[in-house]
């Protein structure tokens, strides 16, 4: 199958570019042997199976041969050689086009951290953290990542980026060592006896330690988190249940939730007044795309983490930041904007056909991952405000107004059918979107015949 859809091939490229001929040769070795029937069958029968590290062939040339037990990773090793390559190559573009959009460099990105693309990678995130700092880190004869260095100015090229890193519960869990690691290079960047203006690091933790009249050191944080044993930010369920009445309410949300700090002999420690302190200096807020299968509207993940931050940093600062996500998943991956990845997941699965008649075809379920999809994309709306009219106009005529594509929803699952209407009704009643006149009362006169086929 690889063969025929030249995907074996071109994965060969993309190590030949990053690894030596005998380690290509022993990754084409490892993809011809078949053993997932013979450990299955061993498995069945109570018999060891011979572990091995998962992850992509590309990044880990060791996950080949299949068939074997796979473990996530070895976090004494993250983030690789490999992750953190990528890493600075994305922290470059990641500069850059915030460079292009706003006309000068950011002086803080607001970065979330998730476990799950911090194992896919092998620490590309962290990696990244330390890229846009301006360190690097430091391994020894072992592999064994246990430090950092500063990379000097000259050397680095441009300023220090200062970032505030919101960490999932999952990634404090999974990756608790890396906390303190994250913490020793914000605390070595913000000593650095350099210009302010080259180390917006040391500019933001002066100014906070002398606005918060607090030590140098404790202004010098910047990874946040839940509380100990808390996952989540709520964001998503605010905007899945309706219960907000302003946007505000979703940014006090995200605060409330995430205003641990992390680091050196601390574990969870409330400290919303420098989490808002430290908000307010974002510029910008980013996030990896780390699945080709779970997109901005597949999954409300995203929403409540890239799309609470932004909220929160714009209810402090008064002003939206730009707000960006790496688009890595592909040989040929990008930083698009948010509202760019909205619209371009929109064309490719909401509003295309072969997607929505294919969720239709599952009946029920496919018909609520058709209305999921449409309460993610307006959750963008409710964060960020990147969802354009036109994705409502196509939501709608698709969906709404095509009288058989509705008798079709509401006969797989009236629920969802009432619910997608019901978000096309609110978008509008939150000013996110203004149809014309006929069609706003078409959609209140199908949603109430809806919502009484629902309640049966």
């Known amino acids: 199958m690889l063969d025929e859809t030249g995907g074996l091939d071109e994965a060969l490229d993309m190590a030949a570019q990053h690894h030596s001929p005998e380690v290509v040769q022993g990754i084409q070795r490892g993809l011809a042997e078949s053993r997932e029937i013979e450990a299955i069958v061993r498995a069945l029968d109570g018999r060891y199976i011979v572990p091995s590290s998962g992850g992509d062939l590309i990044r ?117 060592n890396h906390l303190e690691l994250l913490d020793r290079a914000f605390r070595l960047v913000a000593e650095a006896d350099e210009p302010l203006d080259r180390n917006f690091v040391r500019k933001h933790t002066l100014a906070m330690a002398a606005e918060l009249e607090i030590g140098f050191e404790e202004a010098a944080h910047r990874v946040f ?130 997607w929505f008649e294919g969720m239709l075809a599952h009946g029920y379920e496919g018909a609520r991952e058709i209305e999921s999809h449409v309460t993610n994309t307006f959750g963008w709306s409710a964060t960020c405000r990147a969802v354009p009219a036109w994705v409502y106009d196509g939501v709608a005529e698709t969906y709404a107004l095509d009288a058989e594509i509705l008798a079709r929803l509401r006969e797989a699952n009236p629920h969802a059918a009432a619910g997608l209407v019901g978000r096309l009704l609110e978008a509008n009643t939150r000013g996110y979107w203004a149809p014309a006149a006929p069609v706003l009362e078409q959609l209140k006169a199908y949603y109430l015949d809806l919502e009484a086929a629902a309640e049966g």
């Open 60 to 176: 880990n040339p060791k996950s080949v041969p299949t068939g074997r037990n796979l473990h996530g990773l070895n976090p004494a090793l993250v983030p690789s050689a490999y992750a953190f390559d990528q890493a600075r190559k994305t922290a470059e573009l990641l500069i850059a086009r915030a460079v292009e959009d706003t006309g000068r460099f950011p002086e803080s990105i607001g970065l979330v951290l998730w476990g799950t693309d911090n194992l896919k990678t092998d620490g590309e995130a962290i990696g990244q953290v330390f890229a846009l700092l301006g360190v690097e880190p430091l391994v020894d004869d072992l592999g064994r990542v246990h430090d950092v260095r500063l990379v000097p100015l000259e050397e680095l090229g441009r300023p220090r980026i200062d970032v505030v890193a919101t960490a999932s519960g999952i990634f404090r869990d999974i990756f608790a």
């Open 225 to 354: 988190s839940n509380a100990a044993g808390v996952y989540g930010t709520n964001v998503n369920f605010a905007i899945e249940n309706r219960a907000w009445t302003t946007e505000d309410d979703l940014a006090r949300i995200f605060q409330s939730r995430k205003s641990f700090v992390y680091g050196r002999g601390i574990a969870g420690r409330e400290a919303e007044q420098l989490f808002e302190r430290a908000l307010a200096t974002v510029d910008v807020t980013f996030q990896n795309v780390d699945s080709l299968e779970m997109g901005l509207t597949d999954v409300d993940h995203y929403t409540e983490y890239l799309g609470g931050m932004t909220k929160a940093v714009e209810h402090i600062r008064g002003g939206q930041p730009a707000a960006y996500v790496g688009d890595f998943l592909m040989p040929n991956g990008k930083v698009r904007s948010v509202a760019e990845m909205v619209a371009l997941e929109t064309r490719t699965k909401t509003l295309n056909p072969r």
